[in-house]
């Protein structure tokens, strides 16, 4: 059974950063994608960041977020710079395995105030 457990979220200001973690129970390069999203309220879930052999964003986060992984500690980060309220969601960590089957964390609250 794969666990994926999100830390790093919480309160912060407008301008202000976060580093949001993401541990695997599994070695990580069973994964073919392992990825960001959010869900605001009333929203929909959307994807932030992915990471395989190159990395991906969606056009709001570009420039302020960084997607990184670190096979030895089985974890993916995501670097959360510059934030605005916009950026107030629960933050969800994914993975893909070969099979295409999807695993998803808990999600953790990341909160920025104006």
């Known amino acids: 059974q794969v666990q994926l457990v999100e830390s790093g979220g919480g309160l912060v200001q407008a301008g202000g950063s976060l580093r949001l973690s993401c541990a695997a129970s599994t070695s990580i390069f069973g994964f073919n994608v392992m990825g960001w999203y959010r869900q605001a309220p009333g929203k929909q879930r959307e994807l932030v960041a992915t990471?395989?052999?190159?990395?991906s964003y969606a056009d709001s986060v570009k420039g302020r977020f960084t997607i990184s992984r670190d096979n030895a500690k089985n974890t993916v980060y995501l670097q959360m710079n510059n934030l605005r309220p916009e950026d107030t969601a629960v933050y969800y960590c994914?993975?893909?395995?070969?099979?295409?089957?999807?695993?998803w964390g808990q999600g953790t609250q990341v909160t920025v105030s104006s």
């Open positions: 994914n993975a893909k395995d070969w099979r295409a089957t999807d695993y």
């Open positions: 990471i395989s052999g190159v990395t």
